[in-house]
């Protein structure tokens, strides 16, 4: 069942005219007092955890305007970010988002995006399937948690 499942998840990302791929997961190798990342920034002076909630394009934008200042000011090799979509908040890492761009051009300066798992499930149950992402994010088990797990390690906390 699991196979058929997979392969409707590949039949549908190409149905919806995009490449098949697979987002990186923290889904098996999440352990909460070792927190991991897609890039480390060994030479980070700061390090910043912002969360999105709220489906609200406007609300992205202020996210993201924030997170280029961060890169402005600092230099992408001084300053580590995370962003942490979960909740409708997690519409903005989708793969229809408007601001699909962006995301790809920061993700490229060595900013982190991760989707939680959980609200993922629950899109699944009502759309039937998985929502299909951008493919910079990275499954994070629980959102909330990935954000505690960050704070605890030093990460500052943004709330746009």
Known sequence: MKKLYRLGLVCLAFALGG???????MLKSFK????????????AKAHVVIQVDQDNPQRWTLVLNNVQNMLDYM????????????????????????????????????????ACHNTMEAMARKLGHMP????????????VIRIVQ?????FAYIKP
Do not use: C, W
């Open 19 to 25: 490449v098949a791929h697979a987002n990186p997961s």
């Open 32 to 43: 909460f007092d070792q927190p991991s990342y897609l890039q480390p920034h060994p030479f």
């Open 75 to 114: 230099g992408t090799d001084k300053i580590q970010i995370v962003v942490v979509g979960f909740g409708p908040g997690l519409k903005m890492l989708l793969a229809n988002s408007p601001d699909a761009k962006r995301i790809e051009s920061m993700a490229a300066e060595g900013v982190e995006f991760d």
């Open 132 to 143: 299909v992402l951008l493919p910079q994010p990275v499954i994070v088990p629980a959102g």
């Open 150 to 154: 960050l704070e605890q390690h030093g």
